[in-house]
């Protein structure tokens, strides 16, 4: 069963409000790379790698945090999870 987890981060803002299907929820300490998530060649994905670029950001992040919720209008439960991402040298 796979899990809807949602993201945040203080690093970079994200605009969507969709879920993304975890085949298992991470853990605080996990690393993930987003890039996976999103389409080939879609304006999603080219304007993530974009603003990863312009803030010199690595495409992997750390979960630091994570908090179960219910999308009352969707009636899905779903994982919260922030993200903090390293900044490129």
């Keep these: 069963m796979n899990v809807k987890v949602r993201f945040y981060s203080y690093d970079i803002e ?7 299907e975890f085949p298992i929820a991470p853990q605080v300490g ?19 790698v974009n603003n990863m670029e312009d803030l010199h950001l690595y495409d992997n992040a750390l979960v630091v945090e994570r908090t179960w919720c ?7 439960v779903y994982l919260l999870v922030q993200l903090k991402y390293k900044k490129r040298k």
């Design 14 to 20: 994200f605009e969507f409000e969709n879920s993304v």
């Design 70 to 76: 219910k999308d009352i209008e969707k009636d899905e």
């Design 30 to 48: 996990d690393e993930v790379n987003l890039i996976s998530f999103f389409k080939y060649r879609t304006s999603e994905r080219l304007e993530y």
